[in-house]
């Protein structure tokens, strides 16, 4: 196996949480509703909106935070969480532009 092929190995090994937290259905709906709204929600109302217990919602809250996705500014005695996916989408674009690469190499 060449160099390049290893370092993508590599990648998608380091990749392969960040993928398996956005298969579930419910971690991308927490995604999504807190996309829209910057100032963060707490678990409470994230709960009422996605329909799900608070203990489930504090669950994918804490998978979410584990794999970069989310984050909590601590406001009064609650958490806010925030959307925080930069350094995750930093990590799946640079496996899919090393793919591209790979693949015009072969292409060529």
């Not at 392969?16 to 579930?24: A, F, R």
């Not at 009064?76 to 925030?82: D, G, K, P, Q, R």
């Amino acid at each position: 196996m060449c160099q390049e092929t290893e370092h993508i190995v590599e990648q998608f090994k380091e990749c392969i949480p960040l993928l398996d937290v956005l298969t579930d259905e419910k971690r991308q709906a927490i995604i999504l509703l807190l996309a829209q709204h910057k100032m963060g929600l707490n678990v409470n109302t994230i709960a009422e909106h996605i329909n799900l217990s608070r203990p489930a919602v504090s669950h994918h809250l804490k998978v979410l935070k584990q794999s970069g996705y989310v984050s909590f500014e601590k406001k009064s005695v609650e958490n806010h969480y925030i959307l925080t996916v930069r350094k995750p989408l930093e990590q799946l674009k640079s496996l899919i532009e090393a793919i591209e690469t790979q693949c015009a190499h072969l292409n060529n």
